[in-house]
Structures are given as structure tokens and as C-alpha cells.
């Protein structure tokens, strides 16, 4: 493969960012040999609630989180978009400003699992590569649509510039957005499950409660 520029995408609501995206990203990063990776934010998700924290708040923690690693990049694309955040649309963008990228989409197992009621998900193996990161719980999927789409698209090393589906081992961390949220409803700290940074702007913001 003409080795050109590779992007890692981390797609989330990040409502709010902690260390179990963070720690994935960084991994999938340096096991890659990623150029960068772009942490983007969806504006609104097509599979599940609309985000607590506004756009902005969303941004603001995950530009502290990620501010002392220079492959981690945020990108805005989904938010400024506006509507419904489909992956498709925003790999076909940036694949459209950035021909010379090979564009890596990482998701947990979680995700994955999902992946066959992904809007235009064949789309999306066209424009990017996957790497799915094993997430507590969540085993690699086997059966049904979405064990066929890993089947067939299955490699143990990636080689072309879309198409290929990965997986990836990393380090576990038990962690959700949602269990964090339940922490500060309750008034509990999130301290040392996040950055200081973020968990101090969740503070002082009075997010969550
Ligand atoms: P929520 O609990 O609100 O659903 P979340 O913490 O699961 O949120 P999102 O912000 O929705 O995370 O980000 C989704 C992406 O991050 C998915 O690809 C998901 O698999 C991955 N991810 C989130 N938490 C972890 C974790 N602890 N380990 C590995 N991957 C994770």
C-alpha cells in the first residue's frame, strides 16, 4: 500500500469525555502508527438521546482533555453540520478535503455490535478502515449481520486504504459516560475517571446534576 497520511476518527457524544475514550484513542494511535487522531463530537445521534451538555460544553472538555497531546485533534465537522450526525457524511467530507488521508474509524465492541443499522454503513466501508477496541462485556460479534460484515471484512493487519475491518486489544477500563452522569446526579465526585481539567470545568459549569 502507497503509505499515505492516517487519520484515526473517535466519534462520540462525549457527554462528557473521560479516560475510557482517551486511553483507547492513544492506544489505537501509537499500535497504528495514526498521523493524528480526530476526536468529533456528534451534534445529534441518530441511535439514542440527545447529549445533556450543549455542543459547546462538549467541545470545551474535550479540547482540556485532549490539550497536551498533539496527534489528538478536535474537529467540529458534525456540530457545525448541524442535523442528524451519519458517519457517512462526515468520512465522505473528509475524505473530500483530505484525499491524500487514509481514514481510520475506531469503535468499542459496543458499537460494533451495531454496526449493521449504521446508516449506509457499506457507505461507510468505502471511504474508511475499522478498528474495533474490545470493551468490557462486550464480546466481538460472531453471529447475525454484523458477524458476517466482520467475517468478510476481517484482516489481521491493515493494508488498504478502506474496506478492512481490525480488531484491537487494549486496556480494559470499565467506564461509561452514562455511570459517570449517574456519579454526579448523585452528587458523588468523578475525579481520577476523567482529566482534572474536565472534571473541574464539570464543577464549575454544575454539569450533570
Ligand atoms: P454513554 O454511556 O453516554 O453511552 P460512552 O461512555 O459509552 O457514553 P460515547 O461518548 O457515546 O461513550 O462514545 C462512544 C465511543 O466510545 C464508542 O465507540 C464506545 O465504544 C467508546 N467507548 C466509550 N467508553 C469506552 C470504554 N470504557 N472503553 C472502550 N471504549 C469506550
Not at 497531546?69 to 457524511?89: A, W
Not at 483530505?98 to 474509524?105: E, F, G, I, K, R
Amino acid at each position: 500500500m502507497h503509505i499515505k497520511r492516517l487519520i484515526g476518527i473517535n466519534g462520540g457524544t462525549f457527554d462528557p469525555i473521560h479516560f475510557g475514550h482517551l486511553r483507547p484513542a492513544l492506544e489505537v494511535l501509537t499500535a497504528l502508527h495514526l498521523d493524528e487522531m480526530r476526536f468529533i463530537p456528534v451534534y445529534q445521534p441518530v441511535h439514542r438521546d440527545s447529549p445533556s451538555a450543549t455542543a459547546q460544553q462538549r467541545c470545551d472538555m474535550v479540547r482540556l482533555a485532549i490539550q497536551s497531546q498533539p496527534k489528538f485533534q478536535l474537529d467540529t465537522i458534525e456540530i457545525d453540520r448541524g442535523g442528524p450526525s451519519y458517519m457517512v457524511d462526515t468520512l465522505l467530507s473528509l475524505k473530500q478535503k483530505m484525499p491524500d488521508a487514509t481514514l481510520v474509524l475506531m469503535m468499542g465492541t459496543d458499537a460494533f455490535a451495531k454496526f449493521h443499522r449504521w446508516h449506509d454503513w457499506q457507505g461507510i466501508l468505502t471511504l474508511a478502515n475499522i478498528v474495533v477496541t474490545h470493551r468490557p462485556g462486550e464480546p466481538l460479534p460472531n453471529d447475525g449481520e454484523v458477524g458476517k460484515i466482520l467475517r468478510t471484512h476481517w484482516v489481521e493487519t491493515l493494508s488498504e486504504d478502506h474496506g478492512q475491518i481490525i480488531d484491537l486489544p487494549i486496556t480494559q477500563l470499565d467506564l461509561s459516560a452514562t455511570a459517570l452522569r449517574d456519579y454526579l446526579k448523585k452528587g458523588e465526585p468523578v475525579d481520577y475517571l476523567m482529566p482534572q481539567s474536565v472534571a473541574d470545568y464539570i464543577r464549575q459549569h454544575q454539569l450533570y446534576q
